[in-house]
């Protein structure tokens, strides 16, 4: 399997992707007032803002997962159903990391959810660590809502 940039045409694929992980990582433990506004819509405008900031895996149009990076922050990492326990998350993960790299960012951190013990497992055993909890501000079609959220850190090797 091979990485590789997202194209224009997987956002539908993408955003059903992310949607269906979303709800089944996070609709039980987040608010209700933050869960209405995570709508497939929500999400393909999301991954159509930022694709040149996403990468998959799969083949085009059949994406097995994604993961898109803003900044120094691990902006959101997903992976169908299907393909979890198969290594593709870590592939991810470790291209992520790497193009952050290349960009010059030497601390990478992301916010995972309260709650998301099984994300919490997977990056721990990734090399990230627990720095704490932090309120993550996120861009609703309401405004911003605040999300308190556990903040995972990792110092990443040069490029």
Same mark, same amino acid.
């Given at each position: 399997?091979?990485?590789?940039?997202? /194209?224009?045409?997987?956002? /539908?694929?993408?955003?059903?992707?992310?949607?269906?992980?979303?709800? @089944?990582?996070?609709?039980?433990?987040?608010?209700?007032?933050?869960?209405?506004?995570?709508?497939?819509?929500? %999400? #393909? /405008?999301? $991954? #159509?803002?930022?694709?040149?900031?996403?990468?998959?895996?799969? &083949?085009?149009?059949?994406?097995?997962? %994604? &993961?898109?990076?803003?900044?120094?922050?691990?902006?959101? $990492?997903?992976?169908?159903?299907?393909?979890?326990?198969?290594?593709?998350?870590?592939?991810?993960? *470790? @291209?992520? /990391?790497?193009?952050? &790299?290349?960009?010059?960012?030497?601390?990478?951190? $992301?916010?995972? *959810?309260?709650?998301?013990?099984?994300? #919490?497992? %997977?990056?721990?055993?990734?090399?990230?660590?627990?720095?704490?909890?932090?309120?993550?501000?996120?861009?609703?079609?309401?405004?911003? %809502?605040?999300?308190?959220?556990?903040?995972?850190?990792?110092? $990443?090797?040069?490029?």
């Amino acid at each position: 399997m091979r990485i590789r940039q997202a /194209e224009p045409s997987e956002i /539908e694929a993408l955003a059903r992707l992310w949607h269906d992980g979303w709800q @089944d990582a996070h609709a039980a433990i987040l608010p209700p007032a933050l869960a209405r506004h995570r709508t497939l819509a929500s %999400f #393909a /405008e999301r $991954l #159509a803002d930022g694709l040149p900031r996403v990468r998959t895996i799969g &083949a085009l149009g059949q994406p097995l997962g %994604f &993961a898109m990076i803003k900044g120094d922050e691990m902006y959101q $990492l997903y992976v169908g159903a299907a393909a979890r326990g198969s290594g593709v998350a870590a592939m991810l993960l *470790a @291209d992520a /990391e790497a193009r952050q &790299a290349r960009a010059g960012v030497s601390r990478a951190w $992301l916010a995972c *959810a309260i709650g998301n013990e099984r994300a #919490a497992r %997977f990056y721990t055993r990734q090399g990230w660590t627990l720095a704490g909890n932090m309120i993550n501000r996120l861009d609703t079609p309401a405004g911003i %809502f605040d999300l308190e959220v556990w903040r995972y850190e990792k110092t $990443l090797a040069r490029a």
